[in-house]
């Protein structure tokens, strides 16, 4: 059994178009789409043809490698998985909870990794077709022809990446691949240099943070039944929130809303995740399928990241980013938002409250503190969970007597998505492509779909040993001559 | 000062008699690389590093006494290119991933690296299979980065008393063992406070448990090379 567009029958008889690569994403996919001949889409899917296997080779390396190692996962956040993996092991090494200085030192962190790495979505991978039209000039829909017909909008999208990185580079080292985070707490605290170079700044990452907002927010205002209805599916949404219900993208506990905005889990602490979260696999892809194990494959998947976010806390506690939050959620008129374009405007709210995070953060005088390690009573086994940019990041590790990893469970952000972007590739060639002589610009549109999710299809194809493949040998008539499957 | 000089790159450089040309030379303030060698043991001559060309022939500048009047060529783009010839050797003979190695920025190999500008491995991977001992409480071992430059052998044996290391097999087929019938390194009396347990100039003899708690910055190799480290240790004994 599979989803509508899923699987076409009789796939032999149809013509196959290909959009590979999949471009101004981070990793390498494809999307395949068969059509009949009247040009009818039969069967739409994206797929994910790079293969990792992270979470076999970490097994049996020493854990505290681990924060290290894994954030090889990513050159564009590798923090989360830094941060997901150093959480996962505090526990092995007794720390919790960390100390308060190591906690913040790791948010600040973490809110430099949302805000460089949303700042690099939306101004360089997706402000082109955002600014200029899906179906403008290719030669002009990059981040060259965003520089040269709207410099100031290129230049602060590349002033707010470089104020990121810089947060990154102190708190952890380096700008990409640092060490900050280690087991038990982290390994340096910031100096009053190191502060007031950040807080020079500051400020004026807020208010461009603001103005980004109110540019997405412009979009759908303006030009509400190209975003409203875009690529436009309904499904659940899933993130961390804390304990009040405030968003919280370094803590807390998961919580599920229905497609109509109703909590139907919530509470969940992060360890308990595996017994809510299965994955299915499907022989088509490299990326796993994640639901609700209560509800089924079919109607327990859902959707996570800034959109999910943004609707699934109670509030967001920064004053600017909340009011964002407000009109969004008013935009909505009573029911939540799916469009999948408003996921750029719900990025660029989380980016504003990171910006107000930082600068937050930087008045207090924990960060300077020498105080950067706890432990206590060992234990074998640690769960982290963080809300990564593109949404909820599981690490799960065991640890054996002799230090070295025996288990490791990767469910990254983007799997989660895996559903919803199928989905929406879906809604558009239906909507966009169906029956129509196809175009660079019209299969434009299948990317933009994905694009506003902002996938990292590198992240997130790490199971070994456990996909369906099947290996088909033809001969020159293409016939059939022998075929071997594993694992399905 | 017995008055001796040679010439190394055509600087003159006074030595003892006995005393080897990589001594002299870095007395005297001049780098010479090595990886085996160590101011406390006899010289092994089994890295090569070292190597320069002395009276015309390649010799390894740690076992080789300096002799009056030699003219040794040392800092040359000759030989630089054959230091970085060995290093390319040594990265494709283990499986060196800096990018998760602890030992990063405290390394003497990926210090070379650096040092002689090796910019890619030019020589196909081994791979080798070599799993990581675990079993010692304090210490782990990670076969994948020996280098064999046999520094833990020779400080176990002639300074612990213990001889809980020692290279085995042949050519190519060389690994570096653990003296035990289990060949585990927990049924060994190996002790952290042992030299053997402080003196692996890669990321093999590992004390469990640091890892990365020193940051970027501060890290051996971080704010000097190694030839300014080797150096600077050099004047300060």
Known sequence: ?488 | MSGKQFLLDGQPVSFEEGQSILEAARKAGHYIPSLCWHKDFPAHGSCKLCVVKAAGRHVSACATPAREGWEVESNTPEMNGERRGLLQMLFVEGNHFCPSCEKSGNCELQALGYEYEMLTPRFRHFYPERPVDASHPDILLDFNRCIFCELCVRASRDVDGKSVFALTGRGIDKHLVVNAESGRLADTDFSKDDLAAHICPVGVILHKGPGFAVPIGERSYDGASIREKKLREEEAS
């Not at chain 1, 603001?210 to 509400?224: F, G, P, Q």
């Not at chain 1, 206590?376 to 940019?389: F, H, L, N, S």
């Not at chain 1, 895996?418 to 989905?423: C, D, K, V, Y």
């Not at chain 1, 506003?452 to 996909?467: E, I, Y």
């Open chain 1, 1 to 488: 059994m599979s989803f509508e567009l899923e699987t076409a029958a009789h796939r032999d008889t149809l013509r196959r178009v290909a959009i590979d690569p999949v471009s101004r994403v981070e990793g390498h996919g494809k999307v395949t789409l068969l059509l009949d001949e009247a040009g009818h889409v039969k069967e739409a899917r994206l797929h994910i043809v790079e293969f990792r296997g992270f979470e076999k080779f970490i097994q049996g390396r020493p854990y505290w490698e681990v924060p290290v190692m894994v954030q090889r996962l990513c050159g564009i956040c590798p923090v989360s998985h830094h941060l997901a993996a150093a959480k996962a092991l505090d526990p092995v090494v007794g720390a919790i909870p960390i100390t308060a200085t190591a906690e913040k030192i790791r948010r600040l962190m973490h809110y430099g990794q949302i805000l460089q790495s949303h700042a690099l979505h939306f101004f360089h991978l997706s402000s082109p077709d955002l600014l200029f039209g899906f179906e403008s000039p290719v030669q002009q829909r990059n981040i060259v022809g965003v520089a040269a017909a709207y410099p100031e909008v290129a230049r602060q999208g590349v002033l707010l990446r470089k104020f990121g990185q810089e947060v990154i580079r102190i708190t952890a080292g380096k700008r990409v691949h640092g060490t900050g985070a280690v087991p038990g707490g982290v390994n340096k605290s910031l100096t009053p240099e190191d502060r007031a170079l950040l807080l020079a700044d500051a400020d004026q990452m807020i208010a461009w943070s603001r103005d980004a907002v109110h540019l997405a927010r412009r979009l759908h205002e303006t030009n509400s039944a190209l975003y409203d209805e875009f690529g436009l599916f309904r499904s659940q949404l899933f993130s961390l929130v804390r304990g009040d219900g405030a968003m919280d993208l370094y803590d807390g506990h998961l919580r599920l809303r229905d497609a109509r905005g109703q909590i139907v889990k919530d509470n969940i602490p992060c360890a308990d995740y595996g017994r809510h979260i299965l994955e299915e696999v499907k022989s088509w892809s490299y990326m796993k399928f994640p639901f609700m194990e209560d509800q089924g494959p079919f109607k327990g998947w859902y959707k996570v990241g800034p959109l999910a976010r943004v609707q699934n806390c109670d509030f967001i506690p920064t004053p600017l980013a909340e009011v964002e939050r407000q009109d969004f959620i008013a935009h909505g008129e009573g029911e939540p938002v799916h469009a999948p374009l408003a996921y750029h405007w719900a990025r660029m709210i989380e980016m504003l409250h990171a910006a107000e995070v930082i600068r937050d953060l930087l008045d207090d005088p924990d960060l300077l503190s020498a105080n950067r390690m706890a432990e206590g009573q060992k234990r074998r086994e640690g769960v982290g969970i963080i809300e990564a940019p593109r949404g909820t990041l599981i690490h799960h590790y065991q640890v054996g007597d002799d230090n070295l990893v025996s288990y490791c469970n990767l469910i990254v952000s983007t799997t989660h998505n895996n559903q919803a972007m199928n989905e929406a590739v879906r809604q558009v060639a239906r909507r966009y492509l169906d029956g129509r002589q196809l175009t660079e610009g019209l299969l434009n549109h299948i990317e933009v779909a994905i694009r506003a999710f902002d996938p990292c299809l590198s992240c997130a194809t790490h199971a070994l040993g456990k996909m369906p493949l099947a290996v088909e040998l033809l001969d020159a008539d293409g016939s059939l001559v022998d075929r071997a499957v594993s694992g399905a």
